[in-house]
């Protein structure tokens, strides 16, 4: 069997690479490139060295969009992790319905991030404007909206990995805690959620991620107004390439500035969430 792998490894292992190539670390090399240069299209592109990223930590759009996206993803990161861990705690108990509720707590994340983008609008403006205010009156409103969007479609979603490790608890550990004499919440802090660790670092890296990556419901809710006041990163980095004249490799820039960003703090949590693991 080992033979036959070895043998077979290149042609499953050489397709997929090469698409992996063409598709991603060939434009990720041309992109990190661009964001050097200025130009209109690829083929004009003038190398100018590090002025594009002057330009875009001197950009006050782009400072705070990055502020308002960080403290977005914080927020929503601890909202949807705690409300998610909450349910498949509930739903993990001998309750009838359990698994219909499951399957509705999930369909949120079934639908586009566009539709639930303008749904949303729809319902949180026609609340809003029984006391004459809009979305789109204040960035606090914009982000409140968009905090109630990513939690109702992503809870039931992160819901479905908590229950996975929930159940993957051996129930001789509870069992034991109980004959010890630990109460609800001792078995909660010493056995459910040190087990569960695996579960907390791929919800927190997710959560995590999502949150610096919105753009779909960004966009369909609040468009980043007023005046750019509710735009995140990945909305300000598309309105820069596409929307100010001779701004391209200042956009490309901060694309390269958003992906080092996304990176350090993703891996930083899951070095730090994976240490907090117990091997089972």
């Known amino acids: 069997m080992d033979k036959a792998i070895k043998r077979y490894f290149p042609v499953f292992v050489l397709p997929t690479l090469a698409a992996f190539t063409l598709g991603f670390i060939a ?3 041309v992109g990190v490139y661009l964001s050097f240069c200025k130009f209109t299209t690829i083929n004009d592109a003038k190398f100018v060295g590090f002025v594009n990223y002057t330009k875009v930590f001197t950009d006050p759009t782009f400072v ?5 996206t960080a403290l977005f993803t914080i927020v929503s990161v601890i909202l949807i992790n705690f409300f998610a861990f909450v349910a498949a705690l509930l739903l993990t108990k001998k309750i009838k319905g359990t698994n219909l509720f499951r399957t509705v707590f999930f369909m949120p994340n079934l639908i ?3 539709i639930l983008g303008y ?3 729809l319902l949180l403006n026609g609340i809003l404007l029984q006391f004459n205010k809009t979305l789109t009156y204040s960035s606090v409103y914009g982000f ?8 109702w479609q992503q809870i039931g979603y992160m819901m479905i990995i908590y229950i996975a490790g929930i159940q993957n608890i051996p129930g001789d550990l509870v069992e034991a805690a109980k004959i010890d004499g630990a109460n609800n919440w001792d ?3 010493n056995v459910t959620i040190p087990m569960v660790m695996p579960s907390i670092t791929i919800c927190t890296f997710l959560t995590l991620t999502n949150g610096f990556k919105l753009y779909d419901q960004n966009l369909a809710l609040t468009n980043g107004e007023p005046s750019n006041m509710s735009e995140m990163l990945a ?6 390439f596409y929307g100010r004249a001779g701004w391209e490799g200042v956009g490309q820039a901060k694309a390269v500035v958003f992906f080092i960003l996304v990176a350090v703090i993703a891996l930083a949590q899951n070095v730090f969430t994976r240490s907090k693991e117990v091997q089972q």
Request: proline content about 3%.
């Open 119 to 121: 749904v949303w609008n």
């Open 144 to 151: 409140w909206g968009l905090v109630i969007l990513m939690c």
């Open 235 to 240: 909305l300000n980095i598309t309105n820069t």
């Open 112 to 114: 586009g991030g566009i």
């Open 64 to 68: 705070h969009a990055l502020w308002y």
């Open 187 to 189: 078995i909660l802090k």
């Open 27 to 29: 434009p990720f090399i």
